[in-house]
């Protein structure tokens, strides 16, 4: 009896210091990893601001959206018509002086027209039946000389397009307003965070951050004609507007005195 309760205690001092030895490690490792961190100071106060701006630049391209649709009772009969037309259609344009690989199908379909009964009293209603289809077709024509974009559309309109469903004015090059941009509003940006800092008695210092929030030129104009004009169709391109935005991120500091 003696024996057996001389190896237990033999064992339970051989755990003991097992565990003895495995919480100074532990205790030794915690320690050297908080020596080596960086010491946590406070947070860095700074401002965060968003600088808008807008440049005007005439543009030099216009985009038409233009084509037709027919109705016929034969499916066939409808693809053909409307086939023919943008046939004329097309050619009529590049007899305006534009290039062929300027000029390519945007859209395309051909669809069931239903006739819907009204229905009448004591009778069940009618379903829906096919009475004709509707085949359209219509083309995105880039127009690289402005002064010919009525001349265009009145071509198309002529040779038998009966839908004008888009004009736009692009720029084809747009770095540099796109960069003037970028730079005005950083500049209100800069405004906006001095501005800010001035009222807390504070400068700004360094930049810690800066992100372009996004740059857009869009201009859409449009129109809808189903008829020839009567006279040539006048354009007045105007001028685009190139929109960035531009967000910074500045260190406030206390001023120096």
């Known amino acids: 009896m003696k024996r057996s309760t001389s190896k237990w ?4 001092h051989r755990r003991g210091a097992g565990l003895a030895l495995a919480l100074a490690a532990g205790l030794l490792a915690a320690t050297a990893a908080a020596q080596s961190a960086p010491p ?50 097309i050619r009529d344009i590049k007899a305006q002086g534009v290039a062929q690989e300027k000029i390519r199908t945007a859209g395309l379909s051909l669809n069931p027209v239903y006739s819907h009964p009204a229905p009448r009293a004591g009778q069940e209603p009618e379903a829906p039946r096919i009475v004709g289809y509707r085949a359209s077709n219509t083309v995105r024509v880039q127009v690289d000389d402005l002064e010919r974009v009525g001349a265009v559309i009145d071509a198309g309109i002529a040779a038998g397009a ?38 807390l008695n504070l400068q700004l210092g360094e930049v810690l951050e800066v992100r372009e929030e996004g740059v857009a030129a869009p201009y859409p104009v449009e129109r809808r004609m189903a008829a020839p004009a009567a006279a040539g169709t006048p354009i007045q391109p105007g001028q685009v507007q190139v929109n960035a935005a531009v967000h910074v991120r500045y260190r406030l500091a206390t001023p120096q005195k």
């Not at 205690?9 to 339970?12: E, G, H, P, T």
């Not at 701006?53 to 693809?79: I, K, N, T, W, Y």
């Open 162 to 199: 009966n839908q004008l469903t888009g004009l736009s004015f692009e720029l084809s090059d747009d770095l540099k307003p796109r960069s003037r941009a970028l730079q005005l509003a950083a500049q209100e940006a800069r405004s906006k965070a001095e501005a800010i800092a001035a009222s």
């Open 9 to 12: 205690l033999k064992r339970r």
């Open 40 to 89: 946590q100071g406070p947070a860095v106060p700074f401002v965060a601001v968003t600088g808008n701006a807008e440049v005007a630049a005439a543009p030099d391209r216009a985009v038409v959206s233009l084509g037709a649709v027919v109705e016929s009772q034969q499916a066939q009969d409808a693809q053909k018509q409307i086939a023919q037309i943008m046939q004329r259609v």
